[in-house]
């Protein structure tokens, strides 16, 4: 148990679907992070929020549609996907944003665009 | 923010110790020098972090250089459980970026 649960841990979707990944942790930490793992990339830093606010946004196209409705559950509402975001993501918290602040990540969503 | 350089591959024998290097030279003088690792099919773990003084967890150690442009991660005992990859990351005015990272082996 990471106490940063991901659901759900696989997906495969079409190009014409909807879908949203869920986070949600549970050591009442203030801010939450989007990741995405590709195979051979370095993991890449996609949103931050802090008390429920983006922060940081870091030029992901408009088909990846962050939400975070409290400061334990956090959201990534997918559509129109293209196959190259076939991905590993992963979301983490901490307890600030702050640069001495550990992130706790989760398991990941295994995504599959067809 | 600052860039690190890390072996892509590193292989240890079981109940030795393990020394991970990390170079970041153009660190600056607040950032943060932080290790996680990311075991298969497992999202990326905090090992531990420091600022300028060695600091000791029950994980691992971490030496930092006098000129902080350099790290090692210290794994005191290597169990075949160590084997992932280790990432070397360091944190200033934006939240961490990760490089490819170091694929520890044990052998058992």
């Known amino acids: 148990e990471t106490g940063v649960t991901q659901t759900p841990r696989h997906l495969v979707m079409g190009m014409t679907n909807k879908k949203s990944l869920k986070c949600e942790q549970h050591?009442?930490?203030?801010?939450m992070y989007w990741y995405k793992q590709s195979a051979k990339k370095p993991l890449e830093l996609m949103f931050v929020?802090?008390?429920?606010?983006?922060?940081e946004n870091n030029s992901v196209p408009s088909r990846f549609s962050p939400e975070c409705p409290n400061s334990s559950h956090l959201f990534l509402h997918l559509h129109t996907l293209q196959p190259e975001d076939s991905a590993l993501y992963l979301c983490?918290?901490?307890?600030?944003?702050?640069?001495?602040?550990?992130?706790?990540f989760g398991n990941g969503t295994r995504l599959t665009v067809t | 923010d600052a860039k690190t350089t890390q072996p892509n591959s590193m292989e240890s024998n079981e109940e030795e110790p393990v020394h991970l290097p990390c170079n970041h030279s153009t660190i600056s003088g607040t950032d943060y020098i932080h290790w996680y690792r990311q075991l298969p099919s497992q999202g990326p773990e905090y090992v531990i972090h420091g600022l300028t003084s060695n600091v000791n967890n029950r994980m691992a150690s971490l030496a930092i250089a006098e000129d902080r442009k350099s790290s090692t991660l210290i794994l005191h005992r290597a169990t075949l459980r160590d084997a992932a990859v280790y990432y070397c990351s360091i944190s200033g005015n934006t939240p961490l970026v990760f490089g490819k990272g170091t694929r520890l082996s044990v052998i058992a």
């Open positions: 983490a918290s901490s307890q600030e944003t702050a640069v001495d602040s550990p992130l706790h």
């Open positions: 050591l009442g930490h203030n801010a």
């Open positions: 929020y802090s008390l429920e606010e983006r922060v």
